[in-house]
């Protein structure tokens, strides 16, 4: 398609007319290509100079110099183009064991079997809801929610994302107290819109967008002992908290894990102070810990909880938070005052019901402790041999973080392994941490895999004393 620059002066009714039917061939070509099932090779080489001119041209140059660990070991130009299980496969059809999981969406694997079904004959149904008639969808995976929540966490509200989870539980955890403070720890990652990103506990996500909500007070994430510092302070000088938020084991910070008297003293204590207590499960949950929700594993009930990522079972977008009856009578009275378009639409509920049967059929919280108990010994093992630039594995079931040094050497460790086909990630908070979230099936043979390939890594970049993979 010609590239129309947006030009200074407004475009003339020619230009405007042509530009439409240029968008009309473009997308006509982009159709004829999503119907073909094999490319050949001209349509692949052209798949990647469009893709990388179009992220350039229209999205965001930066994301192209961003992946630095992919550009850095000269695979800028891998475009994504299928998928199954714990493998990504680019157009060129070079395959990598997916340890990135697309951020810890993918705990059924990419393109699950199950999923795939359930979402297709739902297409060929209804793809989207009346808005006015009842979806038994919704009601189908709200039931199945309630019944595999902790505690009496029964009623819910669908969304698309981990943040508008966020989002809805801080208005819900408002609404109910009647207050507008919220403790939250540092490092803590939470989403980006104005109410999640209040949350965030890194100065470099929040400070171009201050000022965000005044009244939220961090803490370091395992200290109970400082929330309820905070919450003295704050009965003190008359300030209102309605809620402590914490993700059960810290995602985005590098998979940290808190001591385990944590959680439970948060519960005691949000209980004695009689404010909320919020668990962000939007990466922990369903299964990726080792324990089908992360609080699972210290017997905690939080008061709201938020889900995500492994919710659409990697096939749609679908988020939810959920409640106890009692909380949630705030939003019976008037159920527009939090709604949503697209929020628990019938293609994203038929993939939540689906994702659900699969983590409970196949066990995916077991499965997930196992080769996490598995592959966590071997990398504290091998980090001892590498001692030098490998600080720390840790991490609780699949959420698995590797702190090395610094982040130019954890990038030379990603761009690495890229290199040898494994895909990894840093974590966005703590970029010298390499984070390992892949498929909770991963097997014995995959993870054995990733040792091997991570070790001849490390075994070049230490050898040579320099940073190219
Ligand atoms: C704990 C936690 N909360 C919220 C979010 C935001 O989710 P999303 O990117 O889907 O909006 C994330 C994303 O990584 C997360 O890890």
Redesign the pocket.
Request: proline content about 0%; overall charge negative; charged content about 25%.
């Given at each position: 398609m010609a590239t129309y620059r947006r030009q200074k002066h407004a475009p003339s009714a020619d230009e405007v007319r042509q530009r439409r039917a240029d968008a009309l061939v473009e997308s006509q070509r982009w159709l004829d290509l999503l119907a073909t099932p094999q490319l050949n090779e001209y349509q692949k080489r052209r798949l990647i100079q469009d893709t990388i001119d179009n992220f350039d041209d229209y999205f965001n140059r930066g994301y192209i110099d961003y992946r630095k660990s992919v550009t850095e070991s000269e695979g800028f130009a891998s475009i994504e183009w299928t998928g199954t299980g714990c493998y990504v496969e680019d157009v060129q059809g070079k395959r990598y064991l997916d340890c990135l999981g697309g951020?810890?969406i993918y705990s059924c694997g990419i393109r699950h079997p199950k999923v795939i079904s359930a979402v297709k004959a739902q297409l060929d149904r209804m793809p989207m809801s009346s808005q006015e008639l009842l979806d038994p969808l919704r009601g189908a995976l709200a039931h199945l929610l309630g019944e595999i929540m902790p505690g009496d966490l029964q009623k819910c509200f669908f969304i698309n994302?981990?943040?508008?989870?966020?989002e809805g539980a801080m208005k819900l955890a408002r609404l109910h107290t009647g207050r507008s403070g919220f403790i939250s720890c540092l490092d803590g990652?939470?989403?980006?819109s104005y109410g999640?990103l209040s949350l965030m506990g890194k100065a470099e996500y929040r400070v171009p967008f201050e000022p965000l909500l005044q009244d939220v007070y961090f803490v370091p994430f395992g200290d109970a002992e400082a929330v309820e510092d905070e919450l003295k302070k704050a009965q003190q000088v008359g300030f209102d908290v309605a809620a402590v938020v914490a993700?059960p084991v810290q995602?985005?910070a590098g998979a940290v894990v808190p001591p385990d008297d944590y959680w439970p003293r948060l519960r005691e204590i949000c209980s004695r102070y009689e404010v909320l207590l919020i668990a962000?499960?939007?990466?922990?949950g369903l299964g990726r810990t080792g324990a089908l929700w992360a609080v699972d594993h210290w017997d905690v009930a939080p008061d709201i909880m938020?889900v995500?990522?492994a919710m659409g079972g990697g096939v749609m977008?679908l988020?939810a938070f959920v409640s106890t009856p009692e909380i949630w009578k705030v939003l019976e009275k008037n159920p527009a005052i939090h709604s949503t378009t697209f929020g628990g639409n019938p293609l994203a509920c038929a993939a939540g019901i689906a994702a659900i049967n699969v983590v409970l059929e196949e066990d995916l919280p077991a499965k997930a402790a196992k080769s996490g108990a598995y592959l966590l010994g071997e990398l504290q093992k091998m980090r001892e041999r590498y001692a030098d630039v490998w600080v720390e594995a840790r991490g609780k079931g699949l959420l698995i973080g590797m702190e090395f040094v610094d982040s130019e050497f954890g990038y030379a460790v990603a761009a690495g392994l890229f290199k040898r086909g494994v895909l990894v990630s840093g974590t966005?908070i703590n970029a010298k941490t390499l984070r390992i979230e892949p498929a909770l099936d991963i097997s014995r043979e995959q993870c054995d895999e990733i040792l091997e390939k991570l070790e001849d890594t490390l075994r070049s970049l230490t050898a040579y004393c320099k940073l190219t993979p």
């Open positions: 951020f810890g994302n981990g943040t508008d989870a966020v990652f939470h989403g980006k999640s993700e995602g985005e962000d499960e939007v990466q922990t938020c995500a990522k977008s988020s966005l």
